[in-house]
């Protein structure tokens, strides 16, 4: 699954907004973000992997990778 597809997910099931989850991001990151910006990096699966943990962790989920 990508990681468009899992911020998605995050942000519908805690029944966010890109907006809200970019105001989130900034008020406790102290970085600057957008709704436009974050959007345009969940578009085109851009985010980095440590703000992939951040928004995991802001929201409450954990990412774990498992051998297969």
Known sequence: MS???QVKIMILK???TVEK???ILKEKTG???TQQSL???ISLS???YDE???I???LGYKITIEKI
Request: glycine share 0%; no cysteine.
């Open 21 to 23: 989850l970019a105001n």
């Open 14 to 16: 805690e029944r966010l």
């Open 56 to 58: 995991a962790e802001l």
């Open 3 to 5: 990681s468009r597809e």
């Open 39 to 41: 959007q345009h990096k």
């Open 46 to 48: 851009s985010l980095r």
């Open 31 to 33: 970085k600057h973000y």
């Open 52 to 54: 992939m943990e951040i």
